[in-house]
């Protein structure tokens, strides 16, 4: 698994955190590192991106971005409305694939969700995902909502001949909600997927050494951690 495209359910749902958790524990496992940020929206040329705080938190990693543009909207709006040339999923592709033959696994972040924008021709991650020919992680949000989401998410990528890898929830509470707990047997079942593992609240407040050392208990041998599904699903799940 050379190249793994990273998407979640929405924005805002730990996509950035897992993805740094996953170069960490990949890190750890002694595998060199990259992680491209697809298109990274909403930050000024001297603010730090998504791709900074993934090699923030999981330490020795190649940090790229394909392009950024200063309005916090889709990529495709974003690039229109500052008049610059949009990246297309063609981009995307040639840049992880460059950093793929250079590293032994590169993680490509998109922004939002699934079908989100990059281009007025309506290119999205999918695409990118397609013409890399790669797996796809899914990050999930963990309360009410999240079933729908995924499902649809997992649905788009089937229709595409996409592989879903797994879903990881991005953010598991200290005291989660009925909701959230009949997640943890709904979330695979409607994904059609393994859950892969979850990242604790507040994991992306933890300081970089702490992060590093404990991220691998976070995700399943899989993704090149220790997570215990088994033990996470008598202890949390409803
Ligand atoms: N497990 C977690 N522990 C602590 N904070 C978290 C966790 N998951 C997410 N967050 C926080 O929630 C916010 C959104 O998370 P994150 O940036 O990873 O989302 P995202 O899915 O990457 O969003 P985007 O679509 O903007 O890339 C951030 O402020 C992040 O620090
Ligand atoms: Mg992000």
């Known amino acids: 698994m050379p190249i793994l495209v990273i998407t979640g359910t929405g924005t805002e749902v730990g996509k950035t955190v897992t993805t740094a958790a996953v170069a960490a524990a990949a ?115 963990a309360g009410l909502g999240t079933l729908n989401t995924t499902e649809l998410t997992a649905r788009e990528l089937r229709a595409r001949e996409l592989e879903l890898l797994g879903v990881v929830i991005g953010s598991w509470p200290d005291s989660p909600d009925l909701a959230s707990r009949c997640n943890v047997a709904d979330l695979p079942e409607v994904a059609g997927a393994p859950l892969l593992g979850a990242l604790p609240a507040g994991a992306g407040v933890l300081s970089p050494a702490d992060f590093r050392a404990v991220a691998p208990s976070w995700l399943s041998a899989r993704l090149d951690g220790n997570w215990d599904a088994e033990a996470f699903r008598t202890r949390e799940a409803a």
């Open 27 to 141: 890190v750890a496992a002694g595998r060199s590192v990259a992680v491209l940020k697809a298109a990274q929206t909403g930050v000024r040329p001297d603010e730090r991106g998504d791709a900074d705080e993934v090699a923030r938190l999981a330490g020795a990693v190649t940090a790229a971005e394909v392009a950024r543009f200063p309005e916090p909207l889709a990529p495709g709006t974003a690039a229109r409305r500052a008049g610059l040339r949009p990246v297309r999923p063609q981009d995307v592709a040639e840049a992880a694939a460059k950093l793929a033959a250079e590293h032994d696994l590169v993680l490509v972040e998109g922004a939002g969700g699934l079908l989100v924008r990059f281009d007025e021709a309506g290119g999205t991650l999918a695409d990118v995902a397609r013409l890399l020919n790669a797996p796809v992680l899914l990050v999930a949000s």
